[in-house]
């Protein structure tokens, strides 16, 4: 079965440098990967959606990339700052080019952003 | 447009009750996920719904259930509560149609604790 991992459970930074996530997944490539972003006691809020024909994807400060061929996905904050802290999530589909309410999730990790 | 809602937001019960939570959804949106979260095995997803029957279902034991009525509100219901469901249960909704791309939104959560 598909598994997901998130390398770091945490990440400390300081502000005004680029955080990086990294997303590893261990079996068949997905039809694509989402990145979430949860703050405590709150669900998870979406954030990126990359397909797997796409390399790479930007929102404002993040991008994401998907490397089909390593089985990983990297999620980039730049100029990051205290309010980006929270807990990011990394998402891919259970069934491959199914709906899309099947989601599984990697554990998260936990980005501090000094100041 | 109103977000998912989710209630009760906190639960306390005891071994062996049952417990049913309510989920509901964005407006338009007729897809509906479950999802358990614990800080051991993170976000695992439990089912989901779509125009009232499950499209998809987790690894979870026969004593969670679910159901999805005609206007898209849900209702999750675990039965004989064991002390390892303590979690946050998670509700998402989408479109759940026009392609696998589309973005969950999660609501608050329902924190169950079991004693």
């Known amino acids: 079965s598909q598994k997901i991992e998130q390398n770091s459970e945490a990440l400390n930074i300081q502000e005004g440098k680029t955080a990086t996530l990294t997303c590893n997944y261990t079996?068949?490539?997905?039809?694509?990967l989402q990145w979430y972003r949860q703050d405590p006691g709150r669900g998870p809020v979406f954030l990126l959606l990359?397909?797997?024909?796409?390399k790479e994807k930007r929102k404002e400060r993040l991008k994401v990339t998907f490397d089909t061929t390593l089985k990983q996905s990297l999620f980039h904050i730049t100029a990051s700052q205290p309010a980006d802290s929270a807990t990011y999530l990394c998402?891919?589909?259970?069934?491959?080019?199914?709906?899309?309410?099947?989601?599984?999730f990697g554990k998260g990790t936990k980005l501090s952003v000094k100041p | 447009k109103a977000g998912v809602t989710q209630t009760p937001r906190y639960l306390i019960k005891t071994r062996g009750q049952q417990v049913t939570l309510s989920c509901s959804p964005i407006?338009?949106?007729?897809?509906v996920s479950w999802y358990q979260q614990t800080p051991g095995q993170g976000l695992q997803f439990l089912f989901e719904?779509?125009?009232?029957?499950?499209?998809n279902k987790g690894n979870f034991p026969g004593r969670f259930s679910g159901r999805q009525f005609s206007n898209s509100r849900s209702e999750m219901n675990v039965s004989t509560l064991e002390l390892g469901d303590s979690a946050l249960y998670l509700c998402?909704?989408?479109?759940?149609?026009?392609?696998?791309?589309?973005?969950?939104?999660f609501g608050p959560g329902t924190r169950l604790t079991v004693l």
């Open positions: 407006s338009g949106h007729r897809s």
């Open positions: 719904y779509f125009s009232e029957t499950q499209r």
């Open positions: 079996n068949y490539s997905p039809a694509y």
């Open positions: 998402a891919l589909d259970g069934n491959y080019g199914g709906s899309q309410g099947n989601l599984i």
């Open positions: 990359i397909r797997e024909n796409e």
């Open positions: 998402a909704s989408s479109l759940g149609s026009g392609g696998p791309y589309n973005e969950q939104f």
